[in-house]
Nanobody, 123 residues
Framework: QVQLVESGGGLVQAGGSLRLSCAAS????????MGWFRQAPGKEREFVAA????????YYGDSVKGRSTISRDNAKNTVYLLLNSLKPEDTAVYYC????????????????WGQGTQVTVSS
């Protein structure tokens, strides 16, 4: 089991960038693939990005593809999500998630979740 704590959210203007971080503690971080999901008010949870245990494979949701980069540092037990060219529709609570599978996907329900960090994009 791992414990996940997100940070880096905040208020940003449209067109700006944010880097979200998720620090993990507990069992071996590199045993988990990691993902980011988001949920806006009144909407279903949406897959954003995922990275495999080694970091060699990444996968993005259509809504952020080309505007985001997921990365991980297994030495620091941390996964990152860089969001560029932010749009008001990116406003949501962003959740970090961990799963022992090879890679989290849009159809995965990860076993571990963080508490979330709010991202608000103003127009």
């Amino acid at each position: 089991q791992v414990q996940l704590v997100e940070s880096g959210g905040g208020l940003v203007q449209a067109g700006g960038s944010l880097r979200l971080s998720c620090a993990a503690s507990g069992r071996t971080f590199s045993s988990y693939s990691m993902g980011w999901f988001r949920q806006a008010p009144g909407k279903e949870r949406e897959f954003v990005a995922a990275i495999s245990r080694s970091g060699g494979s990444t996968y993005y949701g259509d809504s952020v593809k080309g505007r985001s980069t997921i990365s991980r540092d297994n030495a620091k037990n941390t996964v990152y999500l860089l969001l560029n060219s932010l749009k008001p529709e990116d406003t949501a609570v962003y959740y970090c998630a961990a799963d022992p599978s090879y890679i989290v996907s849009a159809t995965t329900t990860p076993t571990e979740w963080g508490q979330g960090t709010q991202v608000t994009v103003s127009s």
